[in-house]
Structures are given as structure tokens and as C-alpha cells.
């Protein structure tokens, strides 16, 4: 059974930015599609970004631009480059893939 472990969460000023990775067990993470997903206090959880086997991206519109999604195969990781923080994508980040959730990693923009 895979499982995902999230880091590089934390504390950052608007403007700033953090990386995330996703850390995956098991021999499956090179063939299957991985996401990023984010959910804000009082909100329903959202699709944040996607990537699939071949590392073709997408994004949704509020990150376009600012986000970078990437993997490592090699390493059974998975990786959320963010820039430009905005108090708005204060939320807790979870990352998907082989019908698992990882545990979340907290991201908070603040001054």
C-alpha cells in the first residue's frame, strides 16, 4: 500500500515562497498521476495542481503562474514550488496519488 508523507510547510510573508514535498512509498509513484490539493479553514478542500506519469501539468486558475509542480521518479517524490504567497493560500496542503491522502502540511502567509 502506498503512503505519502508531506513536508515544507510552514510560516512565510506575502510575496515569499515555500517547496513542498510529497514522499511516496511503494514501486508504484513512477506510473501514476500525482496532485496537490489545499484545503482553508471553513473551506471544502480544492484541486491545487496535477501531474501525471509523463510529468504533464496542469493548475488551477488561482496558481497559475505562481505554482510549480514537478516529480522526481528516481526518488518517489513529488514537489509544490510556490511563490508569491498570498494570505489566500493560507490553507493545509495534501498531497494525492494511488487513491491516497498524505497527512497535510500547514502553510501560513501572514505579515
Known amino acids: 500500500q502506498v503512503q505519502l508523507v508531506e513536508s515544507g510547510g510552514g510560516l512565510v510573508q506575502p510575496g515569499g515562497s515555500l517547496k513542498l514535498s510529497c514522499a511516496a512509498s511503494?514501486?508504484?509513484?513512477?506510473?501514476?498521476?500525482m496532485a496537490w490539493y489545499r484545503q482553508a479553514p471553513g473551506k471544502q478542500r480544492e484541486w491545487v495542481a496535477a501531474i501525471s506519469s509523463g510529468s504533464i501539468t496542469n493548475y488551477a486558475p488561482s496558481v497559475k503562474g505562481r505554482f510549480t509542480i514537478s516529480r522526481d521518479n528516481a526518488k518517489n517524490t513529488m514537489y509544490l514550488q510556490m511563490n508569491s504567497l498570498k494570505p489566500d493560500d493560507t490553507a493545509v496542503y495534501y498531497c494525492?496519488?494511488?487513491?491516497?491522502w498524505g497527512q497535510g502540511t500547514q502553510v501560513t502567509v501572514s505579515s
Open positions: 511503494g514501486s508504484v509513484f513512477s506510473v501514476n498521476a
Open positions: 494525492f496519488g494511488s487513491g491516497t
